[in-house]
Nanobody, 123 residues
Framework: QVQLVESGGGLVQTGDSLRLSCAAS????????AGWFRQAPGKEREFVAV????????YHADSVKGRFTISRDNAKNTVYLRMNSLKPADTAVYYC????????????????WGQGTQVTVSS
């Protein structure tokens, strides 16, 4: 098993940047693909980005492509989400997720989840 803890959220203004971190413990994080998801009030949880075990493959949702970048440092057991040019529509709780055998967009296919970190973007 792996345990995930997100950090780095906060209250920012439109156009600002943030970097979220997801620290993993338990089994080696290099065994897992890792994804970021977000959930706004009253909405379903949605895919943001995913990175493969070794970091050699990434995919970003169209809504964040060109603004957000997922990366990882397996030596530090951490995955990151760099968020630039933030918009009010990016306001949500951001979750980190991990899967040993899946690297796609579906929430239900991820086995491990963090508690989330709040990102609020004011206009």
């Amino acid at each position: 098993q792996v345990q995930l803890v997100e950090s780095g959220g906060g209250l920012v203004q439109t156009g600002d940047s943030l970097r979220l971190s997801c620290a993993a413990s338990g089994r080696p994080f290099s065994l897992y693909n890792a994804g970021w998801f977000r959930q706004a009030p009253g909405k379903e949880r949605e895919f943001v980005a995913v990175i493969t075990r070794r970091g050699d493959g990434t995919y970003h949702a169209d809504s964040v492509k060109g603004r957000f970048t997922i990366s990882r440092d397996n030596a530090k057991n951490t995955v990151y989400l760099r968020m630039n040019s933030l918009k009010p529509a990016d306001t949500a709780v951001y979750y980190c997720a991990a899967s040993a055998d899946y690297s796609g967009m579906y929430v239900s296919r991820y086995d491990y989840w963090g508690q989330g970190t709040q990102v609020t973007v004011s206009s």
